[in-house]
């Protein structure tokens, strides 16, 4: 197989199973359409407060674990938005972990200053 092909090839985006309310769900890693999408929504959004960065990434990384589609649509970034943070957080916190590795967890900076 050469380089190309191997670089190419299928491989299942990394997830994890947590709770949303009374819901499991898999949060995954974002593929490339799906994190461009995301940059452009936080370009679009620029210093308003909605939808928040916690609502527009939870719209790109939960997925159904029975039929892998995602759950949440654009439409649904109010309503997500209106939900106590900590029915989200769970999810939010594997999306991170996913999706910005280098990145220090929420929270995090705080304790280094």
Do not use: C
């Not at 898999?26 to 960065?53: F, H």
């Amino acid at each position: 197989m050469n380089m190309r092909d191997r670089v190419l090839s299928a491989r299942p985006a990394p997830s994890e199973r947590v709770t949303i309310g009374e819901a499991e769900v898999d949060v995954r890693q974002m593929l490339v359409w799906q994190y461009e999408r995301y940059e452009r929504w936080l370009v679009a959004r620029g210093e308003k407060d909605t939808p928040s960065i916690r609502a527009l990434l939870l719209v790109s990384t939960v997925h159904d674990p029975e039929t892998g589609e995602t759950v949440f649509t654009e439409d649904d970034l109010p309503t997500i938005d209106r939900l106590p943070s900590r029915i989200t957080d769970a999810a939010f916190q594997a999306a991170v972990r996913l999706n910005f590795r280098d990145l220090p967890a929420p929270g995090d900076a705080a304790k280094n200053s």
